[in-house]
């Protein structure tokens, strides 16, 4: 199995910037090359963080816009385990 990064806390025309032609798209090929199950967190939490807005998605982060908090990182958490489920058939 094969997630993508999350998107950087980077925000244009109020909405999270969609990293294209990077590491969320050479990691899809890489999944798509070994056959492996692919998470697009990339987009799922882009998608998320655009519903929150920039004050919600602000205490996600323990930098300027890369490195997520406690807090971010157990939302992430909560869609790769939801993503896991019917990969792993539970």
Not at 4 to 18: G, Q, Y
Not at 36 to 51: C, G, H, P, R, T
Not at 56 to 71: P, Q
Request: proline share 4%.
């Amino acid at each position: 199995m094969v997630c993508s990064p999350i998107p950087r806390k980077t925000w244009k025309d109020k909405r999270i910037v969609r990293t294209e032609n990077s590491y969320p798209e050479w990691a899809r090929l890489v999944a798509l090359q070994s056959g492996s199950a692919f998470i697009d967190l990339n987009k799922m939490i882009a998608d998320e963080y655009d519903q929150l807005g920039s004050k919600k998605v602000e205490e996600f982060f323990a930098d300027e816009h890369t490195h997520t908090s406690k807090v971010g990182a157990e939302m992430n958490a909560t869609f790769v385990a939801k993503e896991l489920k019917p990969i792993l058939g539970l």
